[in-house]
């Protein structure tokens, strides 16, 4: 199975908003509720930061929001924070008791 | 606070067998409520899910693996661990754990993580 596409990078100014989009198929991204969202700063453990495609656990700021539509899933940063800069991975359920990440998308604060 | 500490060796021979455990503290990984998990990522890539196992005794792992991945519980110690055999340069990785929150079975969170540990794949 491939990986979910998400762009290779993306950068924004802070105070602007970024969206990171993650593509997949009916058989994973647009097929069930489940695609989840990772800040990833090198070097330490990765931080979920949306689950269940839209919500967001607490202690993870409102600046950062997801979405879906069909096999496309997105996530939205508000208000670009220095402390944002990092990689950030999409998952999701992909059938047959599998999961997939995303490729990855490396978010560059201008 | 949960946390979760990966160990193992920092380098292992080609076609040698992978042996990692991940230490889990502040949680009981016998409750049931969560899936256990192994992620790696390669150099200069992504993430990559290896496999998952329930107190219950059921994993599931990454297709891609063929079969080389065992997931197992120690509860005694409150540890799980990944045996990953055959081995390759290509396994050569950080290597993560994770707890996962599930939904009807399907994982919908990773919602703690190791810091990871890297493992070298060299003759």
């Known amino acids: 199975q491939s990986a979910l596409t998400q762009p290779a990078s993306v950068s924004g100014s802070p105070g602007q908003s970024i969206t990171i989009s993650c593509t997949g198929t009916?058989?994973?991204?647009?097929?069930?509720?489940?695609v989840s969202w990772y800040q990833h700063h090198p070097g330490k453990a990765p931080k979920l930061m949306i689950y269940?495609?839209?919500k967001r656990p607490s202690g993870v700021s409102n600046r950062f929001s997801g979405s879906k539509s069909g096999n496309t899933a997105s996530l939205t940063i508000s208000g670009l924070q220095a402390e944002d800069e990092a990689d950030y991975y999409c998952?999701?359920?992909?059938?047959?008791?599998?999961?997939?990440f995303g490729g990855g998308t490396q978010l560059t604060v201008l | 606070q949960v946390q979760l500490q990966e160990s193992g060796p920092g380098l292992v021979k080609p076609s040698q067998t992978l042996s990692l455990t991940c230490t889990v503290s502040?949680?009981?990984?016998?409750?049931?409520?969560?899936?256990w998990n192994w992620i790696r990522q390669p150099a200069g890539k992504g993430l990559d899910w290896i496999g998952r196992?329930?107190?219950?005794?059921?994993?599931n792992y990454n297709p891609s693996l063929k079969s080389r991945a065992t997931i197992s519980l120690d509860t005694s110690k409150n540890q799980f661990s990944l045996n990953l055999n055959s081995l390759t340069a290509a396994d050569t990785a950080v290597y993560f754990c994770?707890?996962?929150?599930?939904?009807?079975?399907?994982?919908?969170?990773?919602?703690?993580w190791g810091q990871g540990t890297r493992v070298t794949v060299s003759s």
């Open positions: 994770a707890r996962a929150s599930f939904y009807h079975s399907h994982i919908d969170a990773l919602d703690v």
């Open positions: 502040g949680d009981s990984i016998s409750s049931g409520r969560y899936y």
């Open positions: 196992i329930h107190s219950s005794g059921t994993s």
């Open positions: 009916s058989s994973n991204v647009g097929g069930y509720n489940l």
């Open positions: 269940e495609d839209i």
């Open positions: 998952f999701s359920y992909a059938g047959s008791n599998t999961y997939i």
